[in-house]
C-alpha cells in the first residue's frame, strides 16, 4: 500500500502538568488504512498524548492538525464528524437502553433518519443484537465496552471520507475471546480506509493487530515504526524493565514477560 496523507498528525507536541513534564516533543502520524498501537509503561503519557491528539487538550508547544487543519480551530461538532474517540471513563447512560446509545454516536449528525439503522448493524458486528433492549446501566463491564466501542464507530460510519479512530485502551475489561472480536473489527475499521490508532498494553494483541507501533517511555517517543520492528523482545524488555522472550509454535509466536 502506497503512504497516504496522515490524517492525524502530532506536531512536536509537549504538555506539562504541575511542573511535570508528561510529553516531552513528541511527533505522531496516524494514516489511513493503517492500525497503528502506541505501548509503553504505566506513566509513559498515553493517555495524554490521546488527549491532545483528539482535541480534548492543548499541548504547551508544538500542534495536532486533522485533516491539514489545526485540530483547535475545529467547532467541536464538526470535530466530532471526523475524529471519535473512545475514552477509558465513557460513563454508562443509566436509563438508557444499548440501541439508543450507540445511537448517540450519530449526535454530531443534528438530524439523522439513518441513525437506528447504523445503530443495528454495529450491534450485530459486534454480536450485540440481544441486548438491544437492555438498560445500560446494567451491563456488565465488558459488555459495556463493547457498547462503547460500537457507539464510537457509529460516529464515523457511513460518512463521505474516512475517519479517524481513537481508542484508549479499549480492550481492558474483556475476556481473551472479545478482545479479539474488538481488535478484529478495528483492524477491518483500518484496512477499509479509516485511520485507527488504540492504546494497548496486551503486547501479543499488539504485535497480532497493529500495523505500526509507536512506543513511548518517560513522555518521549522511543520507537515507531512496522509491528515487526517494533515487538521485539531486546527493546521491550529495556522500555518495561522486566525480561520479554520470544515463544514460537511453529510459525506462530508469542511474547511472554518473565520476572527478573
Known amino acids: 500500500m502506497s503512504k497516504k496523507v496522515p490524517s492525524l498528525v502530532a506536531e512536536d507536541v509537549t504538555l506539562t ?22 505501548i509503553g509503561p504505566n506513566g509513559a503519557g ?4 490521546l488527549s491532545l491528539m483528539s482535541g480534548l487538550w492543548k499541548p504547551d ?25 473512545m475514552r477509558q471513563d465513557n460513563a454508562r447512560p443509566a436509563g438508557m437502553t444499548v440501541l439508543e446509545a450507540v445511537e448517540l454516536g450519530r449526535l454530531a449528525r443534528g438530524t439523522d433518519e ?15 443484537a440481544d441486548l438491544a433492549g437492555r438498560d445500560c446501566a446494567r451491563l456488565s463491564g465488558g459488555e459495556w465496552q463493547r457498547v462503547a466501542f460500537a457507539r464510537t464507530v457509529a460516529q464515523i ?59 513511548l517511555a518517560a513522555g518521549r517517543l522511543r520507537a515507531c515504526g512496522s509491528a515487526a520492528e517494533i515487538m521485539q523482545p531486546e ?10 522472550v520470544e515463544v514460537r509454535d511453529g510459525d506462530r509466536r508469542a511474547l511472554v514477560s518473565l520476572p527478573d
Open 235 to 244: 527493546m521491550l524488555s529495556e522500555i518495561y524493565g522486566c525480561r520479554v
Open 114 to 128: 439513518g441513525a437506528g439503522a447504523t445503530a443495528w448493524v454495529l450491534l450485530e458486528q459486534m454480536k450485540l
Open 46 to 49: 498515553k493517555s495524554s498524548l
Open 17 to 38: 502538568r504541575d511542573t511535570r513534564r508528561i510529553l516531552d516533543g513528541v511527533s505522531l502520524a496516524v494514516q489511513p488504512g493503517r492500525f497503528l498501537a502506541v
Open 61 to 85: 508547544t508544538g500542534r495536532v492538525v486533522l485533516d491539514d487543519r489545526d485540530i483547535g480551530t475545529y467547532r467541536p461538532a464538526e470535530r466530532a464528524r471526523r475524529c471519535a474517540v
Open 157 to 215: 460510519s457511513d460518512t463521505e471520507k474516512a475517519g479517524v479512530l481513537l481508542l484508549d485502551e479499549p480492550v481492558s475489561s474483556l475476556d481473551p475471546a472479545h478482545q479479539h472480536e474488538l481488535l478484529g473489527e478495528a483492524r477491518r475499521l483500518a484496512h477499509a480506509g479509516h485511520a485507527v490508532l488504540a492504546i494497548l498494553h496486551d503486547l501479543n494483541l499488539t504485535a497480532h493487530y497493529a500495523d505500526e507501533v509507536a512506543l
